[in-house]
């Protein structure tokens, strides 16, 4: 007895050294367990480094000095600085949007401190700071004009293109008043109730009842797959909603084909106001899943890197590349290695930070937005604003919504 028992402890501690965890009623050898951790580590460097499709790094030539016609705000949601930096590392080479000049840091905090989502977004939507779970509404809970509503009120086409549910936090405070980010069903109606002119993302869970009906009232063309995407014709406001649910890493339609078609849609004589988020960075980063992180990185490059080759192309448009706040408290080893950007880079267990995040501008006034380098996020509404008043002039305030519709 003694003896199997002394059998059964070599076994576990060997097992143990590995680095392996296996059922004691199946224990395979020393070598055995070595093999298998050895694979599992081959498996994840080559995911990292070999799989994944950066696109090219290229530096865009845009035009600074024409007034602003065209206004595209591009939001990593949960980007920050340190996972731009993990990406470029795991590329070997800079992200598409590092080569953009000019830059500053952005505060984030909310009136609750850490921010969310919501108040993120209100604050660069909206330009006030605001209430987490708040979506176009200050702290009290009254409207506030939304970016879509100032747009929309001197005469721009409006679009916002996500990855996630389209009536969710980041989207809903360029265009909803509510006190509330979960309320989904209430939030999407809104979008379509304010005749936002393109709406694609995920979400079809949601695209019913009086949503739906409000939806076919205001004159909107729906699709749900790639194929009918590309053959809208901007004859009809455009809704594609492309997954039950999120649309994550390489799915199709990409963020990138979305975005051009957009633009495509959107371009006009009297400009437009886009919004695009990499909505899935941030909650890849919630799951402390790096390789998950590093696939919704990749996409939104691809999607800056089409903005900015449109943009090159015409002059008058804004490209603003920012986040809405840091997820994750990303921090990288010194000398980082490719190797070195895994899981264990994630030090907030998947919780947003106050952590500045970065604000990149190229095209029409870019280098004339900010004085100083760091600035509050409500900081960018008012900039947009600015620039489009000094454009298209005042506009009377008119909500396209009121909070309980």
Same mark, same amino acid.
């Given at each position: 007895m003694k003896r199997f028992l002394g059998i059964i402890l070599s076994l576990i501690m060997a097992a143990g050294f590995c680095g392996c965890q296996v059922s004691q009623e199946n224990q395979p050898s020393k070598e055995t367990t070595s093999a298998v951790s050895q694979a599992e580590e081959t498996t994840v460097s080559a995911l990292e480094t070999d799989k994944l499709e950066w696109v090219d790094f290229k530096e865009y030539d845009l035009n600074s000095d024409e007034p602003v016609k065209n206004v595209i705000l591009m939001i990593g949601d949960g980007m920050g600085e340190n996972i731009i930096k993990g990406s470029q590392i795991v590329k070997g080479d800079?992200?598409?949007?590092?080569?953009?000049?000019?830059?500053?840091?952005?505060?984030t905090d909310s009136l609750s401190?850490?921010?969310?989502?919501?108040?993120?977004?209100?604050?660069?939507?909206?330009?006030?700071?605001?209430?987490?779970?708040?979506?176009?509404?200050?702290?009290?809970?009254?409207?506030?004009?939304?970016?879509?509503?100032?747009?929309?009120?001197?005469?721009?086409?409006?679009?916002?293109?996500?990855?996630?549910?389209?009536?969710?936090?980041?989207?809903?405070?360029?265009?909803?008043?509510?006190?509330?980010?979960?309320?989904?069903?209430?939030?999407?109606?809104?979008?379509?109730?304010?005749?936002?002119?393109?709406l694609f993302g995920g979400g079809s869970e949601y695209y019913r009842g009086s949503t739906k009906k409000t939806a076919e009232k205001n004159d909107y063309e729906y699709v749900t797959d790639e194929e009918s995407l590309l053959k809208l014709d901007g004859t009809k406001k455009a809704l594609g909603l492309f997954s039950y649910a999120g649309i994550f890493?390489?799915?199709?339609?990409?963020?990138?084909?979305?975005? @051009?078609?957009?633009?495509?849609?959107?371009?006009?004589?009297?400009?437009?106001?886009?919004?695009i988020e990499g909505s899935n960075i941030d909650i890849q980063e919630q799951e402390v899943d790096m390789e998950g992180t590093l696939k919704e990185m990749q996409s939104f490059d691809k999607a800056v890197n089409s903005v900015?080759?449109?943009? @090159?192309?015409?002059?008058?448009?804004?490209?603003?590349?920012?986040?809405?706040?840091?997820?994750?408290?990303?921090t990288l080893p010194e000398n980082a290695k490719p190797e070195d950007i895994n899981d264990n880079c994630f030090t907030s267990g998947g919780e947003h930070t106050s952590t500045n995040v970065l604000l990149m501008a190229a095209g029409a006034q870019s280098d004339k937005l900010f004085a100083e380098n760091?600035? @509050?996020?409500?900081?960018?509404?008012?900039?947009?604003?600015?620039?489009?008043?000094?454009?298209?002039?005042?506009?009377?305030?008119?909500?396209?919504?009121?909070?309980?519709?």
């Open positions: 800079n992200l598409v949007m590092q080569g953009i000049k000019n830059t500053v840091y952005v505060k401190g850490t921010t969310d989502s919501a108040a993120a977004s209100t604050a660069m939507s909206c330009g006030i700071k605001t209430e987490n779970k708040y979506l176009g509404v200050d702290e009290n809970g009254e409207p506030v004009e939304t970016m879509v509503e100032f747009a929309k009120a001197r005469g721009l086409k409006t679009g916002l293109v996500v990855t996630q549910i389209m009536p969710h936090a980041t989207p809903a405070g360029m265009v909803c008043h509510y006190n509330a980010r979960s309320v989904y069903n209430t939030l999407f109606k809104q979008m379509v109730n304010a005749n936002v002119d393109v890493g390489d799915a199709v339609p990409s963020l990138s084909t979305m975005s @051009e078609k957009a633009l495509d849609l959107l371009n006009n004589d009297n400009g437009f106001f886009l919004m900015l080759s449109w943009a @090159e192309k015409n002059p008058g448009t804004l490209v603003i590349v920012t986040a809405d706040h840091e997820t994750g408290g990303v760091t600035i @509050e996020n409500t900081d960018i509404s008012k900039a947009i604003r600015e620039q489009l008043n000094k454009t298209y002039g005042q506009a009377e305030v008119k909500f396209l919504n009121e909070k309980n519709v």
